[in-house]
């Protein structure tokens, strides 16, 4: 629970303006301030090997559907698996994007 300068609870609202005036004086360009944490506390989880039901129940999502949209491939993971499983990547050859991609929908 986060207070105000009275010691009453913030309201939903007065959080989300006050984390998106700070995240604007530091240059960061955010919709939904609250939203951005929430988003980067749910991918950092993945990349640290979090599964899709301790996200759920992390998010406090009540059907796995909506957890979904956190689960989308991390660019961070996404070159691990690369290096540590494409021949290529292991021979120590550079691909193309083009090639990344090829192997990406191969691997969906």
Do not use: W
């Amino acid at each position: 629970m986060f207070l105000d300068n009275h010691g009453l609870a913030f309201r939903p609202h007065q959080l989300t303006a006050l984390v998106k005036k700070y995240l604007l004086s530091a240059g960061i360009e955010v919709g939904a301030a609250c939203n951005a944490f929430r988003h980067s506390a749910a991918t950092h989880m993945l990349e640290n090997g979090a599964n899709c039901r301790e996200l759920q129940e992390y998010l406090g999502h009540a059907d796995l559907s909506t957890t979904q949209v956190y689960l989308e491939v991390t660019q961070t993971q996404l070159k691990k698996t690369y290096s540590k499983t494409h021949p290529a990547a292991i021979a120590g050859k550079r691909l193309t994007k083009g090639e990344v991609s090829s192997y990406l929908h191969h691997l969906s």
